[in-house]
């Protein structure tokens, strides 16, 4: 973590949790994290829960949590069965998470798409979370993953870039326990950095926990997690957000 980017924690419930789990949860984060406003925490839950949850965690509710989207459609309406608009999305929540390799892996998105889906999310006035990756850790697969993400932002003005947020997941560490080296991680996410700006806030993905988050946050470029798993375990990412709140 830098002291100039303020850190940002979100769960990725994915495709998990009945509307009652969704409540207990969305319940419990808020009453845990009461005070650690120094944490911007998004819960990012099925997106048939956002409303239900909006009512208590929505727009305006709690300064430092927020809810997130999993997906968005670049188009603000029209014969999309099926999708959400981010103008929708932006009823019930803040942020929006987009290119998640699940996404990328089982319906194809390409980055063009990905691009469309950020600027959309910029004007409806979300914060897109853009995740990028590689699926197998071999030579020279941190330089074209530079290359991709330069591809995506290419065409995003500089303030866009800054407000945006990056999450750095590599694919073979996503649900496997197999986490990246803080090292790793670091050396590869301020690479990412060169092609975005100071400011913007790089997250790192991929069983990221509540024992393995010390180390990783100790990284000058890691400015917090999106988590998969352990967001479904509200003590343990009641803990991860709490360390991120001490070292912040
Ligand atoms: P895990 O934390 O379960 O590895 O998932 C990471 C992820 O895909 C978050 O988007």
């Known amino acids: 973590m830098h002291p100039s980017r303020r850190p940002l924690i979100a769960g ?41 949850l909006a009512e208590r965690l929505g727009p305006g509710k709690v300064a430092h949590v927020s ?7 670049p188009e603000m309406k029209g014969a999309y069965t099926g999708e959400l608009s981010t103008e929708m999305i932006k009823e019930v929540a803040d942020y929006v998470i987009i290119g998640h390799s699940e996404r990328v892996q089982y319906f194809h998105e390409k980055p063009d798409f990905l691009l ?21 850790q071999v030579a020279g697969s941190t330089k074209k993953l530079v290359q991709e993400l330069n591809h995506i932002v290419r065409s995003l003005t500089h303030a866009q ?18 986490v990246a080296t803080p090292e790793y991680a670091q050396e590869v996410i301020s690479l990412l950095r060169t092609v975005l700006t100071e400011k913007t806030r790089i997250l790192y993905g991929g069983s990221s926990n509540d024992e393995n988050a010390r180390g990783l946050l100790a990284m000058p470029d890691i400015d917090g997690f999106l988590v998969g798993g352990a967001s479904l375990k509200l003590k343990s990412f009641v803990t991860m957000v709490k360390i991120a709140d001490q070292l912040a």
Not at 16 to 25: E, P, R, Y
Not at 124 to 132: S, V
């Open 161 to 178: 870039l800054e407000q945006l947020v990056v999450a750095y997941e590599p694919v073979w560490a996503i649900g496997t326990g197999n």
């Open 116 to 136: 469309h889906k950020i600027e959309a999310a910029f004007r409806a006035g979300l914060t897109p979370i853009l995740c990028i990756g590689e699926v197998e």
């Open 12 to 52: 990725n419930w994915k495709m998990n949790t009945t509307l009652a789990d969704a409540h207990i949860l969305a319940d419990g984060v808020r009453q845990e994290l009461e005070h650690e406003e120094k944490v911007d925490v998004v819960l990012c839950p099925p997106s048939i829960w956002l409303g239900f």
């Open 67 to 73: 809810l997130g989207a999993q997906n968005c459609h």
